[in-house]
């Protein structure tokens, strides 16, 4: 599988109507945009935007019946931009914020979206980006200071 290419499965030990209604709930305020939803075939496709290191990513959400008490989901994340080093680690933070937000909204009592996403882990830039980063800085601090 590419580096710009991510794939994740989660069960979900919740009714099927649940896991894509909740998808559905959590998906826009946890940074991605919806653009289909066949609830028939379980097929969600959404987007997210771009970011410092990333031109923004295409995801397909899956979801399947595995029971009547249970549902299985795959998410797969590609970078809208072929090969980006950068934002090699987005497409895996999608995954998890997703996979988080909704977890958080299945097991909540009220169904609270804004403390279920705040609850997600945040998408962060690998510490190896930073470290890049700055080294461009310094080069570029010692360029101006030599000139």
Do not use: H
Not at 42 to 56: D, E, N
């Amino acid at each position: 599988m590419s580096l710009n290419v991510a794939e994740t499965r989660q069960a979900f030990p919740f009714p099927y109507d649940q896991v894509f209604d909740g998808l559905l709930a959590i998906l826009g305020p946890a940074g991605f945009t919806i653009k289909s939803q066949d609830k028939v075939i379980g097929r969600i496709t959404a987007s997210a935007g771009a970011s410092a290191f990333s031109w923004g990513e295409d995801l397909v959400i899956q979801t399947q019946r595995a029971s009547d008490a249970a549902t299985e989901l795959l998410i797969q994340s590609n970078l809208k931009v072929g090969f980006n080093v950068t934002a090699t680690g987005k497409n895996a933070q999608n995954a998890e914020r997703i996979i988080g937000a909704l977890s958080s909204y299945l097991q909540s009592d009220d169904k609270d979206v804004q403390r279920s996403v705040a609850a997600a882990p945040q998408a962060s830039a690998p510490p190896i980006l930073w470290v890049l980063l700055i080294v461009a800085a310094i080069i570029v601090l010692v360029a101006i200071l030599g000139s």
